[in-house]
């Protein structure tokens, strides 16, 4: 692979005019990924599912290059219907289409860095590998005071025009003073076994509101991973709901830093899975000052070979005294070969705080089940009911009603 | 200085930091295959027994000691450590009671288990391992009657040979992780029970664990076998000397419960846990682990962890027979520099398994502890069920209180809850009870009892006492 790897890195710099001190940080982000390779299970974040082995037994061997300096053509029919919308359009590998058109243009700022990888101070394989490959990095600023109108939508999509076999996608957000921006992630894949690597990495100054949302919901062969780092000013709010159910594979990474007071961070998640899927959801909550709270809950429900494992992890540093954190995640097992792992951790140094996790797993409850029958419901819809309210908690979280009824209706779920 | 102060400062101090001067004899400094045939030697060991350690041995050269704990430690050199050491008095093993060396016996009654009097007034049957080498056990006669094997591990290996080599080894193999396979090549002692079927013991059967000579490691290995329909309560509690290095303890015990046995096992932890500063204590790295091989077996740990610098170990149940039951209850108190890992596994394997994990952790001072468990049910386990309980009490915001649990549920007709809090004492309780007229410790002490209070109720009455004693001397200090 790693020939490959070299290969394909050589040709899409040549294809790309960028310049020299780029080309060689992205080539020590590459030495750096050849040195560690794909994460694997003995990798303690990496344990429930293993990434190295997914990829060899879905894709088998990965190819990175694309022609990044063609533009592809962008099919309308993915887009959204009956909500108004920005667009970032991320086709193949490339970006498309930046559009603004229903916001003061003068409010947002759109920037193309170049040299400006983002780096974290955290150890991921698949950060660097994205690094090195991504071909362009752009910075969106939303300026003090703004809220954005509409949603913005990115739009992830795959065709068949793919030359490779992995895309990433890097993108750098600023939400100034007071600014709030809601944000969805729509997948919609028209090609198969695709390793897709997304990175965002978001700094919210105070008092501003983010909201993202990603939905993963049409059943589609292709592996993804998308990690979200998220740095929280005084008083702003994060918000993520993540509806993680059409890849074959799909882990979520948030991590997030609460480093200004009374700054809040909301994590919800759904899994519904199906044959052979393995999705994952892993947080980690930093509470670094005091007065910070943070809710998570994430559920499942498993299908026949499905698998799904939430990892969630709550640090509270010893200046973080009152400090808030719930973790709750519940899994319904519906077939004998579904699978639940959980790993719900708390790391505490500080005493005056409230934390608690739960996690509970098992089948539907019978006494329910009986319950609705004996009320005329026939088994199915008895079980379709108790699934559907299961669900309709954590979607019900969603704090933009518009958004809300839009994911209700992806979901197919009724009130 | 008022005399409150003074009884406080008394407490503060570890009142089992004595030691005792009695001519050892040491195995030759190191690990290596001489200083195995030596300890097999001087305990006139078969050959197979041997040959078990050997196999241990040349597993552990492959074995890399694990980091993957919280608490880390600077380096043990396992050249360094004397693998084996006992009064000299023992060489030729005592018949009874009245031969023991004098010492011995003024040192186990300071600990508080005169051996004499245990045997005559409690009814409780006593093993206690001095070092190395167990010293004495009381209350065999009664045993006897009822077919009750309670004896030390080498004679065990002289007397039933044909037992220890069944099952010696099949809960924790040699080919297990670096410190249970360190054990497994250079155990000395322990104790050996084994209730034949249908049999209730009729008495709590107990151990006392004593690390007295310096450098010395001690390395026990239990073996507990129920045979059908049996049941029994053993009952374990460790201390040692004020020493300024670390001492390391790795033991291993492994419990069989057959057919419709139950074994409760209790355990009260109170090596030396370092000064203040956080020098010096016990390395506490011990495997615990039991297996529910027959149907509606059932396994109970119990432990009250006060002591040790650091504590790093998970007793576990592994639920092989249908309708088999683990359960686990643990208060873990560290103060001042102590560090503790600790947790248990249970692992699902038969139909119709329960199990249910009660863990309370307490830190104050400056330590760090980590309640890290696993539920792991098998697709093959049906209609089983966990229930996990881990709450945490922090005082003071210079220690850390954290909950890694892994669950894995494979079964979906199974059910697995896991609930965890942390928080402190608050202020609340704290002035209702002063208001009483407590002082603040004393309402502490009331406090965390009551917080501990599932945990205390599952041990045997003798033992609850002293754990509640200990818990609350554990924390002396640590408020205000």
Request: glycine residues 6%; aromatic residues 10%.
């Given at each position: ?34 040195e560690n390779?794909?994460?694997n299970?003995?990798q303690e974040?990496?344990k ?9 037994k ?5 190819t ?5 300096s ?31 058109s229903?916001e ?6 759109i ?32 300026k003090?005071?703004y809220s ?16 490779s ?15 709030c ?17 997304i990175?965002?990495?978001f ?24 990690f ?16 993680s ?17 009374y ?11 199906k ?22 809950l994430?559920k499942?429900?498993?299908?026949k070979?499905?698998k ?5 992890r709550i640090?509270?540093d010893?200046k973080?005294?009152k400090?808030d ?15 639940f792992?959980?790993?719900p ?51 019900e ?19 | ?18 030691t ?39 597993r ?14 600077p380096?043990?050199?396992y ?23 004098p010492k011995?016996?003024e ?15 409690n ?5 206690a ?6 010293v004495?056990?009381?209350?065999k006669g009664?045993?006897?009657k ?11 290996i002289?007397?039933?040979p044909?037992l ?13 992780h ?54 029994v ?21 492994e ?5 419709d046995a ?10 030396y846990?370092?000064?203040?500063n ?9 495997t ?7 149907k ?13 610098a ?9 639920l ?9 209850y643990s ?9 503790a ?18 863990s ?18 098998n ?34 007709d ?26 603040p ?18 041990l ?7 754990a509640?004693?200990l818990v ?9």
């Open positions: 692979m790693n020939e490959q790897l070299q290969l394909d890195f050589d040709k899409i710099i040549k294809t790309l005019k960028i310049p020299e001190k780029e080309i060689q940080l992205k080539k020590s982000f590459l030495k750096k990924f050849i390779g794909f994460p299970r003995k974040d990496w429930f599912l293993d990434i190295s082995q997914i990829i060899k879905n894709i088998g061997e990965l990175f290059f694309n022609d990044y063609l533009p592809n053509k962008i099919d309308p029919s993915i887009f959204v219907d009956g909500l108004e919308h920005n667009k970032i359009i991320f086709i193949n590998g490339r970006i498309e289409k930046i559009d603004f229903y003061d243009q003068s409010q947002i700022e920037n193309d860095e170049i040299g400006k990888n983002i780096k974290f101070d955290y150890e991921n394989s698949l950060i660097d590998l994205n690094n090195a490959f991504t071909n362009k990095v752009y910075k969106i600023l939303i003090k005071n954005l109108k509409k949603p913005l939508i990115i739009y992830h999509s795959t065709n068949n025009k793919i030359n076999k992995n895309v990433n996608l890097s993108l750098n957000f600023e939400l100034e003073e007071n600014s921006l809601r944000l969805i992630d729509y997948f919609s894949d028209n090609t198969d076994k695709n390793f897709v690597n990175l965002y990495n700094n919210l100054k105070k008092y501003s509101i983010l909201k993202n949302y990603k939905l993963d919901k049409f059943r589609n062969n292709n592996l993804k991973y998308s979200n780092n998220i740095e929280q000013d005084d008083n702003s709010i994060s918000e993520t709901f993540i509806l159910a059409g890849s074959d594979y799909f882990k979520n990474e948030v991590n997030c830093n609460l480093n200004g007071e700054s809040s961070a909301f994590i919800n998640g759904v899994f519904s899975l044959e052979n899927q393995q999705h994952e959801i892993r947080s980690t909550i930093n509470h670094l000052v005091e007065n910070t709270k943070s809710y998570q994430i499942s429900v498993l299908g070979n499905s799904s494992a939430y990892q969630g640090f509270v010893s973080a005294q400090t954190g719930y973790q709750l995640s519940k899994a319904i097992l519906l077939d004998e070969t579904s699978e792992n959980a790993k951790e708390l790391e505490i140094y500080a005493d005056d705080v409230k934390c608690s996790h739960g996690s509970a797993s098992g089948s539907l409850n019978e006494n329910s089940i009986f319950y609705l029958m004996s009320r005329g419901l026939n088994y199915q819809q008895s079980k379709e009911l108790l699934i559907n309210g299961f669900l309709l908690d954590v979607v979280k969603i704090t933009d009603s518009e958004i809300r009824n839009l994911v209700k209706n992806i979901i197919g779920l009724k009130e | 200085m008022d005399t409150r102060e003074k009884d406080i400062e008394k407490l503060k101090d570890y009142k089992y930091g004595f005792t001067d009695i001519e050892n004899i040491k195995a030759p400094k190191g690990l290596n295959e001489d200083v195995i045939k030596f300890i097999s030697n001087i305990k006139k060991e078969p050959q197979w027994m041997l040959e078990f350690r050997l196999k241990a041995y040349e552990l050269k492959l074995l890399k000691e694990p980091n993957w704990q919280k608490p880390k430690y380096k043990i050199d050249q360094d450590l004397y693998y084996y050491s006992a009064p000299k008095s023992m060489k030729d093993k005592p018949k009874s009671l009245d031969e023991l060396d011995l016996l040192t186990y009654k300071k600990l508080g288990i005169p051996l004499q009097e245990q045997a005559r007034l009814g409780i049957a006593v093993d391992v001095f070092d190395s080498v167990s004495a056990t009381t209350f009664e045993l006897t009822h077919g009750i094997i309670f004896c030390s591990m080498s004679e065990a002289q007397k039933h044909e220890v080599k069944k099952y010696l080894g099949t809960v924790i193999p040699v080919t297990d670096f410190f249970a396979t360190l054990n497994s090549a250079v155990f000395t002692d322990g104790s050996f029970v084994y209730i034949p079927k249908g049999v209730k013991c009729p008495m709590e059967l107990s151990t006392y664990f004593r690390i007295n000579a310096s450098q010395t490691g001690q390395f026990e290995r239990t073996l507990i076998i129920a045979d059908e329909g049996s049941y309560s053993y009952l374990e509690g460790c201390t040692a000397p004020m020493r300024d290095e670390n001492q390391l303890h790795a033991a291993n015990v419990l069989i419960a057959l057919d139950e074994i409760k096992y209790s355990t009260v932890q109170n090596w846990p370092g000064d203040e956080g020098k010096g204590g016990i390395y506490n790295f011990v615990k682990r039991g297996l529910c091989k027959g509606n077996s059932k396994i109970s740990w119990t432990q009250v962890e006060t002591g040790s650091i504590t790093w170990k998970y007793p576990s149940c592994i092989k027979g249908d309708n088999s039951i683990g359960e686990f208060i873990a108190i560290t103060n001042n520099h102590q560090k890992d600790t947790g248990t596994k249970m692992i699902h394997l038969g139909k119709n398994t329960k199990s249910k994990i009660i309370k952790g307490i830190s104050a001072g400056f330590s760090d502890m980590t309640y890290r468990g696993l539920v792991d049910i697709s093959k386990a049906k209609n089983s069920s966990n229930y996990t309980q881990c709450d945490s009490l922090l005082m003071g915001n210079k220690c850390g209180a954290h909950t890694v649990p892994y669950i894995k549920n494979k079964n979906f199974s059910n697995i809850a896991h609930e965890a809090t942390t928080s402190k004492i608050s202020e609340d309780q704290l002035h209702y009870c002063q208001q009483r007229g407590l002082n410790e004393e309402a502490v002490g009331l406090i965390v009892n009551g917080f501990c209070k599932e945990v205390l109720q599952q045997p009455m003798e033992f609850a006492v002293e509640q004693k609350g001397i554990s924390l002396e200090g640590s408020v205000g």
